[in-house]
């Protein structure tokens, strides 16, 4: 066993820095750019291989992970999940909720009309919601690109702490008897069976190409734009700006990243590169990661059209248990992210 754990270690490593990294993309895009003639200077040409760099890697594991969770989600089509989770009573069902909640789709906006569904279908009130606040926050995607940039054990817990947070908010706002909260068409809608034909696998390839391109169309101008302010923290934001506001020597880090990060609209993807950025400039894990969990779970745009479906007093619930959370686990890795880095 002690000769096995190097080799499983250098195992790991290579996956680490070669799949998930893409080290060796980062060295051949630097060896293009020297074959460039033009004159530039240090920070410009460290931005524009940070920018080239970035994007193409975002863009590979985009579409790799989209087809595989796309191809996963072929079998649980909304009649599927409704059914698998209605046999299910207790904390049971809002754990299996917020797992199916993973394998959704990447950002809030389009979580909302499932959520919708399931309400309608009449589903508990606290289980469709662990599926709301896990479905945005902790799916596949987020496991992987994190792993891209902190490593599996950082995005391992990650993970783990916002099914924590889907869990635990679905069981409150059950225990609060919020049901008349939801607004009346919804409570009142008519959900009947559709049946479900069983998908070839060509059917789920050819379902899973178009969820590639579909979901490339929706997000890339936010992987252009959050690469390109993650290029402009990296080589133009001074590390001194940084650490004084989202640093060690700020107690409120958390609070302050998590308030300006949860009105802003991005998904995972174009949150990954601005993460990166800040992290590397000095801000603490927990305090990065808090934003990242706030962009993506609590978007200006999603709460506006979760506000047609529920009423104003269960918004505001929904809203305290997702930003609480997100400090709570803000605090977390920072006080034990020596644990992890």
């Not at 060295?27 to 524009?48: C, E, Q, Y």
């Not at 649980?76 to 909640?101: D, T």
């Not at 916002?162 to 008349?180: N, T």
């Not at 650490?243 to 700020?250: A, F, M, S, T």
Request: charged share 15%.
């Amino acid at each position: 066993m002690i000769y096995l754990i190097p080799g499983l270690k250098m195992i790991f490593e290579f996956i680490q820095n070669n799949i998930f990294k893409m080290n060796w993309l980062y060295n051949l895009t630097g060896k293009v750019l020297k074959l460039i003639p033009f004159d530039l200077n240090m920070r410009l040409s460290d931005a524009i291989h940070f920018f080239i760099y970035d994007v193409l890697k975002i863009f590979i594991l985009l579409s790799v992970l989209i087809f595989i969770v796309s191809y996963i989600q072929s079998f649980f089509p909304p009649e599927r999940s409704k059914k698998i989770m209605a046999k299910f009573k207790g904390i049971s069902a809002n754990i299996v909720a917020a797992l199916l909640g993973t394998v959704t789709p990447f950002c809030s906006c389009s979580s909302i009309p499932l959520f919708i569904g399931f309400t309608s279908a009449g589903l508990p009130i606290g289980v469709t919601f662990s599926f709301l606040i896990s479905s945005p926050m902790v799916d596949i995607g987020s496991l992987i690109l994190l792993m891209s940039i902190f490593g599996a054990k950082i995005a391992v817990v990650y993970v783990l702490l916002g099914l924590v947070i889907a869990v635990v908010g679905g069981k409150i706002i059950e225990s609060a008897k919020m049901e008349r909260e939801i607004e009346e068409f919804i409570l009142n809608a008519n959900v009947g069976e559709v049946s479900q034909s069983e998908l070839t696998i060509e059917d789920r390839i050819n379902f899973s190409k178009d969820q590639v391109v579909s979901t490339f169309k929706k997000v890339y101008p936010y992987v252009l734009v959050g690469v390109g302010i993650g290029a402009i923290i990296h080589n133009w934001i001074p590390n001194d700006f940084i650490e004084k506001i989202l640093g060690e020597n700020n107690i409120f880090g958390v609070i302050i990243a998590t308030l300006v990060g949860a009105p802003m609209y991005a998904d995972i993807f174009g949150t990954i590169p601005v993460a990166e950025a800040l992290f590397a400039k000095g801000a603490l894990l927990g305090t990065v990661l808090s934003f990242m969990m706030a962009v993506t779970t609590l978007s200006l745009p999603s709460l506006i059209m979760l506000r047609r479906a529920i009423k104003p007093r269960l918004l505001r619930l929904f809203i305290i248990i997702c930003v609480s959370g997100i400090i709570i686990v803000g605090y977390i890795f920072n006080i034990f992210s020596y644990l992890f880095i």
